[in-house]
């Protein structure tokens, strides 16, 4: 797992694949994390058909940071 901070709020996330592959951004609903069940399996198809993944928990969800603000 990964971490970057934006504007002040930490965010964690996993990048799979190769660098330079057409890029899949899978996006948990509600406030499910990214390990929620059947996603991590999407990930890992998508990346064996040759796309890059990116996985996150958006804002208070998973492992990113709690934020009170719009």
């Given at each position: 797992?990964?971490?970057?901070?934006?504007?002040?709020?930490?965010?964690?996330?996993?990048?799979?694949?190769?660098?330079?592959?057409?890029?899949?951004?899978?996006?948990?609903?509600?406030?499910?994390?990214?390990?929620?069940?059947?996603?991590?399996?999407l990930a890992e198809r998508l990346v064996a058909g040759g796309k890059r993944v990116l996985l996150w928990d958006r804002p208070n969800c998973g492992a990113s940071d709690i934020c009170f603000e719009g």
């Open positions: 797992m990964a971490r970057i901070e934006i504007s002040g709020i930490g965010i964690e996330y996993e990048l799979l694949g190769k660098a330079g592959a057409h890029a899949v951004v899978l996006n948990p609903g509600g406030r499910y994390p990214k390990t929620i069940e059947g996603l991590p399996e």
